[in-house]
C-alpha cells in the first residue's frame, strides 16, 4: 500500500516493483506533471530506509540531461519515499523484452549522455552500484536516463559502475551475452571505435568521462551498410542456421513509412525584414557546399559545419558561446537563450540558433527543447544578410521535449531554429534550450 503522501501528489496506477521498492505513477497538482512515486515497503529497516534516503538525496543534488531528477524525498511512518521526473516508464529491459531494437543512430548518442551523466555522478562522488537495463530509462521522445536511485547497492566503486554501464551498451547493441560478439561485428553502422571504447569501459581502463567522449567521437558508418538495408558476409551464420532450423519458412519483407508528425504544417516568415544577424559573416566563411569525402547518397546524418546564435533584435547576444552545445553530440550539454521576464511576443519576434549544414537533409531533429516552446524553420542557401532572404519551410510546437520535422529535400546550405515563444519557468521568466539539433539524410 502506498503512504500518506503530501496533499501535492495524487496517486495514479501502480506500476510495480524494483526490487523492494515499490512505483507508482503520480500527479504534482500545482505544477500538473506526471511524477515517479518510489517507496520502500511498511516495516522496511531503519537503516535501509536511511540508505534509501541518502542515495536519492545525493542524486538530487546532480542536473544532468541523461540523469533522472529526483524532485523530493522524506520519511513517512516507517517508509521512506522519493518523487522524480517521469521519463515516460520504459527502461531498456522492456525495449529488450519487446524485442524492441535501438537504431544505432539513436542509441549511440544517448549512450555517450548516459556516461557523460555517470561522470558527473561520479565528479559528486556519487557511485551508484546498480546499474543494469531496469535502471536505464529510454522511452520513445525522451533521452535516455540513469535512473534507480535508492537501490541497494550490488557494488561499491566508480570502476565498477563504468563497468556495468558498457557491458550494458554492448549487450544492448547485439542482443547476444558480453563477449559473444562484437558490436560492429552484428551492426554495420557500427564502427569498431565503439567495439574498442566499450571493451575499455568493461575492462575498467577508463572512466565515465572518457567513456562518453570515445562514444561520442565515434561515427556512424553509411546507412547502406547497416543490417537489414542489404546482403553483407555477416549474416552467413545466422541464414545457414535458419535455414536449418526453418527452412520450410519464407522470407517476409516489410517497407516502413515514416509519418509526418501532425504538429508540424508549412509556416510562413513572421513579419520584418532587413534583420540582420551578428554572426552572419562568421558562418559566410565557411563553404557549405557538399563534401566530395563521402558520398551523398550513404549520409545517413548530414554534416554540420558549424552553429551560431542568431539576434537579430538583441544586443548582448544568445549565449553565442554555447551555441557549439547544440551539435556537440552530448545531450547532457545545450544551447540556451536568455531568461526573459516577460513573454517573447511582446519584446521581439524571435530569437534562434543558425546551423550550416553539408549534405542533403529530408528531416530536422530538435532534441533537449522546453516543451511549450513555439518554433519556425527556414532555409538559405547561403548565410542570409536580409530575413526576407530565408525561406520558411515549417514549424511547431515542442512536445515531449523533441521535434521531428520531415523537410522538402534539401542540399547543404544554413538552416534557421526560430523560436517565437517560449515556455514560464517555474520562476516566472522565459527561457529556450535546444540539448542537440540534427539533419537526417
Known amino acids: 500500500m502506498a503512504p500518506l503522501l503530501p496533499d501535492r501528489y495524487r496517486l495514479e496506477v501502480r506500476l510495480g516493483s524494483d526490487g523492494d521498492i515499490e512505483e507508482w505513477l503520480a500527479t504534482d497538482l500545482p505544477l500538473d506533471r506526471p511524477v515517479l512515486l518510489r517507496f520502500l515497503p511498511s516495516g522496511t529497516s531503519p537503516e535501509r530506509a536511511d540508505d534509501f534516503l541518502a542515495s536519492v538525496r545525493a542524486a ?70 546498480a546499474i543494469d537495463a531496469e535502471s536505464v530509462l529510454f522511452s520513445a521522445a525522451h533521452p535516455a536516463k540513469i535512473a534507480g536511485f535508492g537501490r541497494p547497492p550490488n557494488w561499491r566503486t566508480q570502476t565498477e559502475d563504468v563497468q556495468a554501464l558498457a557491458a550494458l551498451f554492448e549487450t544492448t547493441l547485439t542482443g547476444r551475452p558480453i563477449g559473444a560478439a562484437l558490436p560492429s561485428q552484428v551492426v554495420d553502422a557500427i564502427p569498431t571505435q565503439v567495439d574498442r571504447a566499450l571493451e575499455l569501459g568493461r575492462t575498467g581502463e577508463v572512466d565515465a568521462l572518457h567513456l562518453a567522449a570515445s562514444l561520442r567521437a565515434a561515427p556512424l558508418l553509411a546507412p547502406s551498410r547497416r ?26 519483407g516489410a517497407n516502413l513509412t515514416r509519418q509526418a508528425r501532425s504538429n508540424v504544417t508549412i509556416g510562413s516568415p513572421a513579419a520584418g525584414t532587413n534583420r540582420a544577424s551578428p554572426t552572419i559573416a562568421e558562418l559566410a566563411t565557411t563553404d557549405a557546399t557538399p563534401t566530395d569525402t563521402v558520398p551523398e547518397s550513404s549520409l545517413l546524418v548530414a554534416e554540420i559545419v558549424r552553429a551560431a546564435a542568431y539576434d537579430p533584435f538583441g544586443t548582448d547576444g544568445e549565449h553565442d558561446e554555447l551555441a557549439d552545445q547544440a551539435i556537440d553530440g552530448d545531450f547532457g550539454t545545450s544551447w540556451k537563450t536568455e531568461s526573459y521576464n516577460s513573454p517573447l511576443p511582446r519584446l521581439k519576434d524571435g530569437v534562434g540558433l543558425q546551423v550550416v549544414v553539408r549534405g542533403p537533409v529530408t528531416a530536422v531533429e530538435i532534441a533537449g527543447a522546453r516543451d511549450g516552446t513555439v518554433f519556425e524553420l527556414y532555409w538559405a542557401s547561403v548565410p542570409a544578410e536580409n530575413f526576407a532572404d530565408w525561406t520558411p519551410v515549417a514549424e511547431g510546437t515542442i512536445r515531449g521535449g523533441s521535434a521531428d520535422v520531415s523537410v522538402p529535400p534539401t542540399d547543404g546550405g544554413v ?20 540539448s542537440e539539433v540534427r539533419f537526417r539524410s
Request: hydrophobic share 50%; net charge negative; aromatic share 10%.
Open 60 to 129: 538530487a543534488g546532480v542536473s544532468h540531461t541523461h540523469s533522472a531528477t529526483v524532485y523530493a524525498a522524506g520519511k513517512l511512518d516507517d517508509t521512506a519515499y522519493s518523487i522524480s521526473e517521469w521519463a515516460g516508464g520504459v527502461s531498456l529491459a522492456d525495449r529488450a523484452l519487446a524485442r524492441e531494437p535501438i537504431p544505432p543512430e539513436e542509441l549511440l548518442p544517448n549512450a555517450a549522455g548516459l556516461a557523460s551523466a555517470l561522470a558527473a555522478l561520479h565528479a559528486a562522488g556519487i557511485v551508484h552500484g
Open 227 to 252: 543490417a537489414g538495408r542489404g546482403w553483407t558476409w555477416k549474416w552467413l551464420g545466422p541464414a545457414v542456421t535458419l535455414f536449418v532450423v526453418a527452412g520450410l519458412l519464407v522470407a517476409l
Open 415 to 434: 538552416w534557421l531554429v526560430w523560436f517565437t515563444d517560449l515556455p514560464a519557468t517555474t520562476e516566472g521568466t522565459y527561457t529556450g534550450a535546444i
